[in-house]
């Protein structure tokens, strides 16, 4: 059972139908839909001001129970009116998950784009409502933090007009071609490795990209398709500010995709952000987190200055019910390494890289971690990679 304090005198009543338009916001990671209509959602009691759920997953051990209850929870508690919810986890029958599987079958049928992005991968896309607050900063140095901890991290610089990963990781192009797939410029870090992509590597950093949204959207597919990404733990996908082509593209083309929006303290930024939020949930992708970015600035002599306001991203976590993964204060080493090729999560020390290891350190343990999943979902039964071909006749 979980405490959510509420304010106001009179919040609105809350219903099971608003409790289930919420939980359609809740994405399985693994079969890239909404728990609702999975089916995993079993039932809905609203009782006042408390709210009980029932989900059913495929088998009691799936790897991805605690992050679908979480998930669970939290879209509920985001909802005005509810100060406390229990989520009772139980198991499907076999009927149940036969009618998964054949919604699993459907989803996988419908994908256009046959990625060299490994299944088990989990795919991050940093992502804001608009420029300026620092999203390839996070991208990059969360990056390199993952990549620390050991894991094989694909970075991808989706950002095709604006890219700036190369500059930033100190690397330069061109990219090889092997059998006829790009390989991905590597960067050893630690006992990890960094394996990254980005226009930067075939246009030189001086030209301007001048192409239209479908084109962009076209040199992201490419980047999907016709990479060899070897095996990876993690993609962290750069995304370019805003809601426009390259953000529905990479919806449609990696479903599995789960957003990390960026924010800065500011109302401002915080709503914009927000936005971000409201297009991966349209096209059913998971919202992971918000970070914080330029949290304030910390003096010599300790004094912390709110220069860009505050409060923007633990506001935006709330009202979209996830999250606040860790705030980032701003420090003049982050944009000073960055120029120089040499991020602060590298090696460097001072609270903003002590604030990127520590979110580093949530992603790969509480929020997206890598697990196993064969025994879970749609891998309990066929993987969803193979549901794509005819399903079984009857008759």
């Known amino acids: 059972m979980t405490q959510h304090a509420t304010t106001g005198a009179s919040a609105p009543s809350t219903t099971r139908e608003s409790v289930l338009t919420a939980l359609r916001d809740v994405v399985d990671p693994e079969l890239h839909d909404n728990v609702v209509d999975l089916g995993i959602v079993r039932s809905v009691e609203v009782a006042g001001s408390e709210v009980r759920v029932a989900v059913a997953l495929t088998v009691a051990s799936c790897p991805l129970r605690a992050q679908i209850r979480d998930d669970v929870e939290r879209r509920v508690l985001a909802l ?34 046959d990625t060299g992005i490994p ?37 991808l610089d989706a950002d095709i007009w604006g890219f700036s990963v190369p500059r930033m990781l100190g690397l330069s192009g061109p990219l090889d071609v092997v059998g006829g797939k790009m390989r991905p410029v590597a960067l050893p870090v630690g006992s990890g490795e960094l394996r990254v992509v980005s226009m930067g590597f075939l246009s030189g950093e001086d030209g301007a990209i001048l192409w239209r949204g479908l084109v962009l959207a076209r040199a992201l597919q490419h980047f999907l398709e016709d990479v060899a990404w070897g095996e990876l733990d993690y993609l962290v996908v750069d995304m370019p500010p805003g809601t426009g082509d390259v953000q529905m593209a990479l919806a449609r083309m990696l479903p599995r995709a789960e957003l990390l929006v960026v924010t800065t303290p500011a109302s401002g930024a915080e709503k914009v952000a927000g936005r971000a939020a409201d297009m991966a949930r349209r ?55 960055g120029d120089t090729g040499s ?7 001072g609270p903003a890289a002590s604030a990127f290891r520590a979110i580093a350190e949530r992603i790969a343990v509480e929020v997206a971690p890598v697990v196993q999943l064969a025994g879970c979902s749609a891998r309990m039964l066929a993987r969803v990679e193979d549901a794509v071909g005819p399903a079984p006749t009857r008759g």
């Open 80 to 113: 005005a009116g509810v100060e406390r919810v229990a989520v009772s986890v139980g198991v499907m029958g076999a009927d149940e998950r036969a009618a998964l599987m054949d919604r699993a079958r459907h989803r996988a049928q419908d994908r256009a784009v």
């Open 119 to 155: 299944s088990s991968a989990r795919v991050l896309a940093v992502g804001s409502g608009k420029g300026g607050v620092g999203k390839s900063s996070v991208s990059v140095n969360l990056s390199v933090a993952l990549a620390a901890r050991g894991h094989l991290v694909g970075v």
């Open 343 to 349: 991020p602060v999560a590298l090696d460097g020390s």
């Open 283 to 337: 096209g059913h992708l998971r919202v992971a987190g918000v970070v914080e970015n330029m949290s304030g600035f910390v003096c010599d002599h300790g004094a912390r200055y709110a220069l860009f306001g505050s409060g923007g991203g633990e506001r935006l976590a709330e009202a979209v019910g996830v999250p606040l993964l860790g705030t980032v204060p701003l420090d003049p080493t982050v944009a000073a390494r």
